[in-house]
């Protein structure tokens, strides 16, 4: 079974920059799909940050486009997400998922909640 | 970017049907493709897919689960609804990306 799972500091400062990691277990991340973050800020709304394909191209929201990287290690089986010049309104629950192209997020890590404060 | 717009809130009675519909700024649909897709989340919980493109039920999904639509105008139906489907619930539209985008949510509730 596929499971998915972020982790990674719960609290940032302003101006520093947000990591998280996802870590991938019951498929290769090399295999096939395109790997997203996603996140949920309070209040509700969601946003698709970007994706890493399974051979290693990126795509990225316009909104984030200077901001955000994802990167990965395909030895471990992990993919992650820098956030930089991070401000209180990035406060929010970040998601790992996989993406299957016209079938949806099938898949879902149980997110982490990260709190941007001084 | 296309902009998804749910109502933010239903209240159903159980064994009722539950209608929350999602309308989007752009045609989300390609030939016959309607790039259109729910999730179900309940607090604490991640999203879980409930309807791909538009009609089609994920895995493991009740078949009281449905989804219609076309072109701008997608609906998702749960009938009849049980206490089990008291969550929020996104539309998700993958026609143009990036970015992909979501709805704001609508929340359904017990009347």
């Known amino acids: 079974e596929i499971q998915l799972q972020e982790s990674g500091p719960g609290l940032v400062k302003p101006s520093q920059s947000l990591s998280l990691t996802c870590s991938v277990t019951?498929?290769?991340?090399?295999?096939?799909?395109?790997w997203s973050w996603i996140r949920k800020f309070p209040g509700n709304k969601m946003e698709w940050m970007g994706y890493?394909?399974?051979?290693?191209?990126?795509n990225y929201n316009p909104s984030l486009k200077i901001r955000i990287s994802i990167t990965r290690d395909t030895s471990k089986n992990q993919f992650f997400l820098q956030l930089n010049s991070v401000t209180t309104e990035d406060t929010a629950t970040y998601y790992c998922?996989?993406?299957?192209?016209?079938?949806?997020?099938?898949?879902w890590g149980q997110g982490t909640l990260v709190t941007v404060s001084s | 970017d296309i902009v998804l717009t749910q109502s933010p809130a239903l209240a159903v009675s159980l064994g009722q049907r539950a209608t929350i519909s999602c309308r989007a700024s752009?045609?989300?649909?390609?030939?016959?493709?309607?790039?259109m897709h729910w999730y179900q989340q309940k607090p604490g919980q991640q999203p879980k897919l409930l309807i791909y493109?538009?009609?089609n039920l994920a895995s493991g999904i009740p078949a009281r689960f449905s989804g219609s639509g076309s072109g701008t105008d997608f609906t998702l139906t749960i009938n009849p609804v049980q206490a089990d489907d008291i969550a929020t619930y996104y539309c998700?539209?993958?026609?143009?990306?990036?970015?992909?985008?979501f709805g704001g949510g609508t929340k359904l509730e017990l009347k």
């Open positions: 998922a996989r993406w299957v192209e016209q079938l949806g997020f099938a898949y």
């Open positions: 019951g498929y290769t991340i090399t295999s096939g799909y395109d």
């Open positions: 890493i394909s399974n051979s290693g191209s990126t």
């Open positions: 752009q045609s989300v649909s390609i030939s016959r493709y309607n790039l």
């Open positions: 493109r538009a009609s």
């Open positions: 998700q539209q993958s026609r143009e990306s990036p970015p992909w985008t």
